[in-house]
């Protein structure tokens, strides 16, 4: 996917189109938007897990327009859920198998009985890890053991940022997987557990608005503390 890629801080964003993703490579793929960038500046981990990313995903409009404001070069926002009902559907006409690794055993089952009925070629299978701040060796070590005895097309994983690219990147060598893709929420929005933001939202852009009336005590932070940081670590990379 030579010249896919524009420079972004220290980081490298996908440009590109989603159809120039296939399953037959081996990828990590994960987002970035405004709110992990700052958490990134401060969590080492975390910001390594970003940057061996074989694709980083511009999941923010504050990423898009800051983008085009350093580089003069246009990315378009391309958000977890996008990525995952491109790789759906990659994977039904193509006959293959998907894991879903996080989040809970109810939400997994709503998982499993929506894709039995929307993609019906996809062979399904799934784990519900334990809620920790962090996992043991013997956590990940059944994890891993989950995936590889189903040996999946594409492993989604959603267990809430930084958590979850901190993990697949330890641990991806370890994983038979071709995808491995970082989608947190996105669980819960294909679920039916949370709405995403209606489609009037995300075409103006607004999207984050619309999380941030959904959940306001979760996402305040988020947008209102993180949001100015962020812009003002733009405007001083401008100014260097």
């Given at each position: 996917?030579?010249?896919?890629?524009?420079?972004?801080?220290?980081?490298?964003?996908?440009?590109?189109?989603?159809?120039?993703?296939?399953?037959?490579?081996?990828?990590?793929?994960?987002?970035?938007?405004?709110?992990?960038?700052?958490?990134?500046?401060?969590?080492?981990?975390?910001?390594?897990?970003?940057?061996?990313?074989?694709?980083?995903?511009?999941?923010?409009?504050?990423?898009?327009?800051?983008?085009?404001?350093?580089?003069?070069?246009?990315?378009?926002?391309?958000?977890?859920?996008?990525?995952?009902?491109?790789?759906?559907?990659?994977?039904?006409?193509?006959?293959?198998?998907?894991?879903?690794?996080?989040?809970?055993?109810?939400?997994?089952?709503?998982?499993?009985?929506?894709?039995?009925?929307?993609?019906?070629?996809?062979?399904?299978?799934?784990?519900?890890?334990?809620?920790?701040?962090?996992?043991?060796?013997?956590?990940?070590?059944?994890?891993?053991?989950?995936?590889?005895?189903?040996?999946?097309?594409?492993?989604?994983?959603?267990?809430?940022?930084?958590?979850q690219e901190k993990w697949v990147n330890s641990h991806k060598h370890l994983l038979?997987?071709?995808?491995?893709?970082?989608?947190?929420?996105?669980?819960?929005?294909?679920?039916?557990?949370?709405?995403?933001?209606?489609?009037?939202?995300?075409?103006?852009?607004?999207?984050?608005?619309?999380?941030?009336?959904?959940?306001?005590?979760?996402?305040?932070?988020?947008?209102?503390?993180?949001?100015?940081?962020?812009?003002?670590?733009?405007?001083?990379?401008?100014?260097?």
């Amino acid at each position: 996917m030579n010249g896919q890629f524009v420079p972004y801080f220290d980081y490298k964003i996908f440009g590109g189109c989603l159809s120039t993703i296939t399953l037959d490579n081996r990828l990590v793929i994960n987002t970035i938007n405004q709110y992990s960038f700052c958490v990134a500046e401060h969590d080492i981990d975390f910001k390594r897990a970003l940057l061996e990313s074989d694709i980083l995903l511009p999941d923010g409009i504050g990423v898009v327009w800051s983008n085009l404001f350093l580089t003069q070069k246009k990315v378009k926002k391309i958000a977890g859920s996008d990525l995952h009902l491109y790789l759906l559907e990659k994977i039904n006409k193509e006959g293959g198998k998907c894991f879903y690794l996080g989040s809970s055993e109810e939400v997994l089952e709503k998982i499993g009985n929506r894709l039995s009925v929307e993609y019906p070629n996809i062979q399904f299978s799934s784990f519900s890890p334990a809620f920790t701040s962090e996992f043991s060796e013997e956590d990940s070590t059944e994890m891993i053991a989950k995936i590889n005895e189903f040996c999946p097309d594409v492993l989604f994983v959603g267990m809430t940022a930084p958590k979850q690219e901190k993990w697949v990147n330890s641990h991806k060598h370890l994983l038979k997987a071709n995808v491995i893709s970082s989608i947190g929420a996105v669980f819960d929005f294909y679920a039916g557990t949370m709405q995403r933001p209606s489609s009037i939202w995300i075409n103006l852009g607004l999207e984050w608005f619309g999380r941030f009336l959904t959940e306001p005590k979760r996402m305040w932070k988020r947008y209102f503390y993180f949001g100015p940081i962020f812009f003002l670590k733009v405007l001083s990379k401008k100014l260097d």
